[in-house]
């Protein structure tokens, strides 16, 4: 009766004959050079990349002395690459000329590449509030997902976790209250060219919150009485007009008689600087003594020139 092979439980070949110095070098992240055409950019990126005054000064920096910070990227089943960070730099790579990009390469998952991409553009000293609007919701979206949030759950800043929900989560990192990461994220529901003046400053945060719950057809309406008013509306006057649109009353001319509301009239002051008429009182002289000595003076003006 011939024997059974004898089963031995061998690591493989290339590891029989490595050095443990050879096996933790292949796991250690190496800087390589990789073409710009094999990479793409990450989908629905939420940062500008903008051609300006410090886009032109690190061109400037590549042309010199090559790309310092490589690049991240994570490969891609068509054997592809995807940026993570570094779309900047491939941005200035392009404008200088050049073909290559240092990357470090790294597995990663959707979500963890989101989370990462956010992260390293939160760095940046100018960031938008419609970059923030949709780089926070992309984060929370992935982790959400991470934390596997049951399909019952209609909170979409709740996880199943009971540690702490992803929204504080989120908040400890970005160092943002919830509730001002919530406003970033209703921002998303803008149109986008209501978006762009709350990037202008043209409307600002809180009102541009309430006109969010606006459908699409009626901020454009809303844009539209915006334009030939040459005004956005105030906070109360986007309240009211939310709930008109709650209410289904919302229409042009509710709109135009919002924005046309009569305010009462401000009280107008009036200051002079202390430094222009001090010359004519002495140092300890209090404000009522000025105030009274200026109103009567101005009354002598006034009996001697009528």
């Not at 107008?268 to 202390?274: D, E, I, S, T, V």
């Amino acid at each position: 009766m011939p024997k059974k092979p004898l089963a031995l439980n061998l690591p493989p070949a290339d590891d029989l004959f490595s050095t443990q110095e050879s096996r933790d070098d292949a796991q250690r992240e190496k800087v390589v050079i990789i073409p710009r055409s094999q990479i793409d950019s990450f989908p629905d990126h939420p940062f500008l990349v903008k051609v300006d005054e410090s886009m032109m000064a690190l061109v400037e920096s590549v042309k010199a002395i090559g790309v310092q910070t490589p690049a991240t990227v994570r490969p891609k089943e068509d054997g592809r690459y995807e940026y993570v960070a570094g779309h900047r730099r491939d941005k200035a790579c392009e404008l200088a000329e050049i073909d290559d990009v240092p990357c470090i390469v790294r597995q990663m998952t959707r979500d963890e590449a989101i989370i990462a991409m956010v992260e390293s553009n939160l760095q940046r000293e100018v960031i938008l509030p419609s970059e923030k609007a949709r780089s926070y919701k992309m984060r929370l979206d992935a982790m959400n997902r991470q934390s596997g949030r049951p399909k019952n759950n209609l909170t979409p800043v709740v996880s199943d976790s009971k540690e702490k929900r992803t929204n504080e989560k989120l908040a400890e990192v970005v160092g943002e209250s919830r509730e001002q990461i919530r406003r970033y994220i209703r921002l998303t529901e803008l149109t986008p060219q209501m978006l762009d003046m709350v990037d202008e400053g043209s409307l600002p945060m809180r009102p541009a919150v309430e006109l969010s719950y606006l459908p699409h057809e009626q901020q454009q309406l809303l844009q539209d009485v915006m334009e030939f008013e040459d005004r956005a509306p105030s906070h109360a006057e986007a309240a009211k007009i939310r709930e008109l649109s709650n209410d289904g009353r919302l229409d042009e001319a509710a709109i135009i008689s919002i924005m046309r509301e009569e305010k009462p009239h401000k009280q107008a002051h009036f200051k002079l600087p202390r430094e222009k008429i001090s010359q004519f009182f002495a140092a300890d002289t209090s404000a009522k003594v000025i105030q009274d000595t200026i109103i009567k003076a101005l009354e002598l003006w006034r009996s001697q020139n009528k």
